[in-house]
């Protein structure tokens, strides 16, 4: 079961690989143990930080399966079901299910995009045929369309729609998302961009899927507890520190993959996991490798001092 | 075998369909019977108008088998495996070549967008696996990255990467693309939207792959043929009454899918397939479908009067 | 007096220039006569081709006048006055009216986008004190915003709207416009983009402001002519010339600025005026200019053996 | 003079009319005084909240003749200078300069887009002929194009433009911005959106352009000098207010033009000056004036509760 709404800290984890279509076993076994032990509130898998959209469908299950068993009914498990094929989307929701995950979240199909009247009846024919409480994922970039307010506002008439996470960075946007919280008491409104977490709280948010997490979750679950207690000098630290986490290590590397490839580079030197990426994306080189490195260790002194 | 390059008018083939993740397999066959009668030079399969990214992995590997034995080479068939997955892309491929299919064709992972750099070493990648010559896809509008001119022209250093289909619709990236086929003489250049086909062949290329030639497959060859063959009268009779199949058929509806519900809906009308569409899209309701049903008389009519 | 609709071919004139806040004299006279020899219907000052937002309101006004005392009433004279600021458009507007334009032509204000109703309303004070009539100007890749065709369906209602400019090269859009010719018999509907021009007069347009007639006035209404007279093989023939000179001249440098700079270098190579450009661009280079050079003479040739 | 860096809140002050081409004159005594009196470090006139390119040229003088002499040295004003024809921003940069202003703010000129090679040329010609020093200012959503960072690490090279205000709200590019202050101690780096001033002062920004520092320049100015003594509570207490003005104010109405028209009315409740809008846009009707007194009335009581 899942507590409702969802609170807290939902890390989008990168998925440890070691080739194309191979998980890196030992390396996802520590990662998980990693975060949890940060007090994360639950795992997101397979979203865009998880490369879910460039993982094979059979890595995709072995990495649902895997995480489930591990997880054990620690925390929550949310599985990525984002998907161009309705079908496909469809099959993943049910192997999560089966496999013990808590929830999964879609986004917009992606390719050809969708008015907003179709993506409403997507949603509706979607939720029909879920095994399980299905988040809205909001990531206009990526997949062109929003879920727009009034659509998300339609989309809680659906009681197995149970939250929204809210990765635009439009935080108009997100006051509005949260301007609709009072139609359902058990919605979660989670956002994505780890340097506006503590203004999605202080807005009233449930909590972020950051992906920083991955790598420091007891800094991310430390922020959030103390915007939520209200503790505005150490939230104020921690803030200072997710962004100094941001500024260093995220901006490697030039393309809108250089988030992910920091996060898993960094990952692979602390010696959690293989830092392999899927297609079309590579590891950093070496050049980059050793900035991430330098960077790394001055966050983690900065981040001891902080005594999370 | 396929003669290079590759000229005259490849349909890129609706999929007929009777449910979610059903193959409206009479009308299949009579679509494939009525394009080829239509004397087009290949058909290209789970492309964006055959609704490729929408549909099962399952459908589209019964759509290749049936469509490649029916086929029985009497055109080469072409197979889109444009996927964010490139382990999935490979599959697709792998079956393509086992079930007697010509070519493969891939736009670039559309899901987080690489940068160029990124795209031509997925490339490289790509082409060592395949099993099939590959056509490149330039669909920026949905891909949200070009395979820009310089990629292309690596691309060229590639034997097994044949030709190029640009539905960019920017006939500025088009005549760059036609100056660079003096490298390849073996290279296919073809035009993605109808309306640009005889400005296509006017600049060099080699064809098109015209989504109207799914209803009237022998309008686009015979304006291929006249433009080719600078029957210069034939070629703006034929020209004119493209655009108007345009202007009559794909502007019903408002969304990027009108063009697709309106070739279906025609077909469907014509008694040739039917109109089902893959979510999250749904084919037209009573009110668009008269209007379809009273505009394709009247191409009927017009078209008849051209003796193709 | 202007007939209405406005048909046939209205270039759209560069601003021959001597420095930075100097029209070139001599150049600009050269150029109205060079124009006004090939047949042309109107002539258009201050657009996008005419670098309008560039320049001085001096210069701007110097123009105008000295355009319209040149051409003395032999064709109509359309005055830009595209503005951010209402006062200014107003001003220009009123300028031309004294001097002896006939029309002016408005794109929405291009800083701050507004809504389509801040649009209409916009549309509804500004032609009440308008002392001429009023040419829409749709070009949403500048000006952000388009007038949708709801926009300008209410426009239509304004007696002294006379017409729209289409430049959107969205051809769906153009055929809505073309739809909405029935409400207003006086209504003149001409295309921005020249390699559409064809299809625009196929589809109902009354012409097109077309900055190749800057340089080959005779070719454009050449085209015009036989796409009206339905004589399809000439129709074809110049529809091929106006390709080729999209293609070798306006492709030369890379940015938005390319096609300008192409057309005043060629200009500057006819010996008809200077190829300065206003701040922030800037003439073409030695190379360039070679380039275009080369590329002039075997246009020429081509076209003096089309004996237009 | 101005001291350099210029650190702190410098207000874009919006722009007080009365009609078209009129300035409520009162009301624009009444508002700088007000914002004078909250501190504030200096006054940029005729940027985005001033709705520069707006206004007539003659109704920019006489406002930038008014403010200085009014401001009498007491601060710094800055004058807006942006504009798409080099010789009218010269123009009105001499203006300011013989009025008394102490720098003017210039963005890429915004119609048609240049490449940055173009931009630094354009800088490089404008700084050479400015009177007074140039503050850049980026606004990618309204230019079309940044200055890009290499761009401004080229700036720097000209002692004449001393800093840059980034309206971009890609804290990204302001962690890079920040990055190049190495290279000029007297470069001041200034963050546009209000909701990042905190992120912004945290990097190593000077301060913010804070639209709401119009209605409550002593919480903005409260905010940055927290920040700036490493007041972590207090900080972390003004940014939560900060939000609160925004989320409060400047969603009511759905166009870009939402965040103007909420201060205007908002000081118009106050009574401070009119709320009149130059074309296209408009004052709020009544409905949204309720709406904004409303919220206005809340806000005051909470700031007062702030003892700023």
Known sequence: MMNVPLTGIVPPMITPMR?????????????????????????????????????????????IERVCRQVGGRVPVLVGITDTAFVEALGLARFAADTGAQAVVAAPPYYLPGGQPELREYLHHLVAELPLPLFLYNMPALTKVPFDLETVRIAMDEPRIVGLKD???????????????????????????????????????????????NLFPALYVGLFNA?????????????????????????????????????KCALACLGICDDFMAEPFHRFRAGERALVEQRLAALQAEIEGLRL
Do not use: N
């Not at 509005?176 to 994505?192: C, E, F, K, V, Y």
């Not at 999605?200 to 899927?209: D, F, N, Q, S, T």
């Not at 209200?230 to 986490?245: I, K, S, T, Y």
């Open 19 to 63: 080739g194309r279509d191979e998980i890196d076993v030992p390396g996802l076994e520590r990662l998980v143990e990693h975060v949890l032990a940060g007090g994360v509130s639950g795992l997101f898998l397979l979203g865009t930080t998880g490369e879910g959209p460039s993982l094979s469908y059979r890595l995709r299950r072995e990495l």
């Open 167 to 213: 990765s635009s960075g439009d935080m108009a946007y997100f006051h509005g998302a949260a301007d609709l919280l009072s139609h359902r008491p058990d919605w979660s409104l989670l956002i994505g961009p780890e340097e506006r977490l503590l203004d999605a709280v202080l807005a009233g948010g449930h909590g972020g899927v950051s992906g920083g997490a």
């Open 227 to 263: 915007c939520s207690a209200g503790d505005a000098a150490r939230a104020f630290q921690l803030h200072a520190q997710v962004l100094r986490v941001g500024s260093s290590l995220y901006r490697i590397g030039r393309h809108p993959s250089a988030v992910i490839k920091g996060i």
